[in-house]
C-alpha cells in the first residue's frame, strides 16, 4: 500500500467549476507539500503545510492532522489550471530530507 | 536567477553506455535531490545531498552514481544504461529542512533503447 494516496486519479470539470482533490496518508508526518506538474512536465510547488489551511490566489489548501488527510481545493476553475497535481509528505521515519510523493490527480478544465 | 537548470533535456542512449546527468541550482541551497519519473508511480528519490560533500541513497539507487561536485552542483551517472532506466529525471533543491519549498529543473527524458 502507498503511504500518500492521491484521489480522484483522473477529474475533468468544466470551466468555472469548484474543484477538490484529496490526499490521505498513513504515517506521521512533519509536513505536506502539495506540487503542480504541467503539460509541458516541469514541477512548481504550490504549497506547504504542517497545519491548518493556506490561500494563494484561487488555491486553498486545507491539512488535517489528526485524520491525516489534506485537501487542495480550486475556486472558479480555469483552463489553465488543467495540469497533474502532486502530493508529497514528509514522512518522521524516513528523517526530514526526503519527500514521498502521491501518484498525482490529472485536472482537465474544459472551456 | 535560473534556479534549478538541468542538461540535457532530452537523450537516447544504447544499452550498456554511459553518461552523466547535469545539475546546477543558484539559489545557494544545501540540499540537493535526484528523482525518476515513471507513468502511474509517484515521483522517486535515486540520490540526494543533504550538503555540500555529503550524499546519501534513496528509495531506487542501483545502477546509478552522484556526485556533489560543489554547492551549486549534483550529477547523476548512469555507468552502464539498461532499457529499464528509461524515464524522466528531474533535479531538485531546497535550503535544508522538510518545511522548506523544494524547487524542481526542467526534467531530462531518457531513453535507453
Known amino acids: 500500500k502507498n503511504e500518500v494516496e492521491q484521489s480522484p486519479q483522473n477529474l475533468t470539470a468544466q470551466e468555472g467549476e469548484f474543484i477538490t482533490i484529496n490526499c490521505s496518508y498513513s504515517?506521521?508526518?512533519?509536513?505536506l507539500h502539495w506540487l503542480q506538474q504541467h503539460p509541458g512536465g516541469g514541477i512548481v510547488s504550490l504549497f506547504m503545510?504542517?497545519?491548518g489551511k493556506k490561500k494563494h490566489g484561487r488555491l486553498i489548501a486545507t491539512i488535517n492532522i489528526q485524520e491525516k488527510h489534506s485537501s487542495l481545493h480550486i475556486t472558479a476553475s480555469h483552463p489553465r489550471d488543467s495540469a497533474v497535481y502532486i502530493c508529497?509528505?514528509?514522512?518522521?521515519?524516513?528523517?526530514?530530507?526526503?519527500?514521498?510523493f502521491g501518484t498525482g490527480t490529472r485536472l482537465t478544465i474544459i472551456p | 536567477n535560473a534556479g534549478v537548470t538541468q542538461t540535457p533535456k532530452f537523450q537516447v542512449l544504447k544499452t550498456g553506455q554511459s553518461m552523466t546527468l547535469q545539475c546546477a541550482q543558484d539559489?545557494?541551497?544545501?540540499?540537493m535531490y535526484w528523482y525518476r519519473q515513471d507513468p502511474g508511480m509517484g515521483l522517486r528519490l535515486i540520490y540526494y545531498?543533504?550538503?555540500?560533500?555529503?550524499?546519501d541513497k534513496g528509495e531506487v539507487p542501483n545502477g546509478y552514481n552522484v556526485s556533489r561536485l560543489n554547492k551549486r552542483e549534483f550529477s547523476l551517472r548512469l555507468e552502464s544504461a539498461a532499457p529499464s532506466q528509461t524515464s524522466v529525471y528531474f533535479c531538485?533543491?531546497?535550503?535544508?529542512?522538510?518545511?522548506?519549498?523544494?524547487?524542481f529543473g526542467p526534467g531530462t527524458r531518457l531513453l535507453v533503447l
Open positions: 531538485a533543491s531546497r535550503e535544508g529542512t522538510s518545511r522548506e519549498t523544494q524547487y
Open positions: 504515517v506521521g508526518i512533519s509536513a
Open positions: 503545510l504542517s497545519s
Open positions: 508529497a509528505v514528509t514522512l518522521f521515519n524516513f528523517g526530514n530530507e526526503k519527500l514521498t
Open positions: 539559489m545557494n541551497h544545501n540540499s
Open positions: 545531498s543533504a550538503s555540500e560533500g555529503t550524499t
